[in-house]
């Protein structure tokens, strides 16, 4: 993790707890944390997105919370700074949970969502070319994520992506699903990854995750639980952050390093990139 990034995590955090601390919701501190990671470039989101094959930049991303089970999605929109305000806003505008792709996108335009447009012109590879290119998804990673519990006792859990390296343009991976990159629910707990999706979406991780959660397992041992099985089961690297409707929570992970922070108000937030 650069310094920049640490400073990027430490005011993120910051930007989500005072907002939980003058009694918003964990929802919205949820959405602002992300927004400002969206907005800082630094990690693989937002304006700091990667580049598909094509060298376009497609962003995912999802919201829920744990009270009504409320929950939405976006997934392939291009040129906007926000992809985690459109999740909301399709949560709250509209009947669905997910929305792909240029539709996608042109929502977010209806909503007048801050544009980003990328100078970089497109690829113009053949498909056979984009195809022979393309990897397995195994390069950094980046996604940015939090969970967050709020004074009425409600917990929330959003994610935001720009996929992985050399992807295929049309990939989507597991931060847009619901209960693979993100679960929420107050009766069990809220769920955050990041890691290659094509191993998170095979086990649905995050609902894993709270469904461990639910049967009295603490964050740690459901998180570390779930990550074993995704290791043994489908070769899966990934990590995680996990909150329980309690406050307990644990950032997990199998990967060698997950740049990850978490803060109570009192002192300087926490900040690192190895955790448990
Ligand atoms: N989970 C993301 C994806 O597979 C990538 C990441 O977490 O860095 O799209």
Redesign the pocket.
Known sequence: MTAAQAAGLCAALRVGYHLLDRGGSALTAVEHTIRVLEQSGLF?AGTGSRLQLDSVRRM?ASIMEGDGLRAGAVASVEDIVHPITAARLVMEETDHVLLVGPLATKFAEYFQLERHKIRTLPRRLSYAAMFKRKRP?RDR???VGAVALDRFGTIAAGAS?G??DLMLPGRV???PMIGC?VYADNESGAVS??????G?IRIAVAKEICDRLAQEASPAAAARQVLRKLVTRVQGAAGTLALAPDGRFAITHVTPRMAAGWWNGKGEPTVGDRFQ
């Not at 990854?193 to 094509?198: A, D, K, Q």
């Open positions: 693989n995912d998804g990673h980046g996604t992506t996929g992985i991976g597991d931060t990159g990854m990041t890691g290659l999706g094509e998170i």
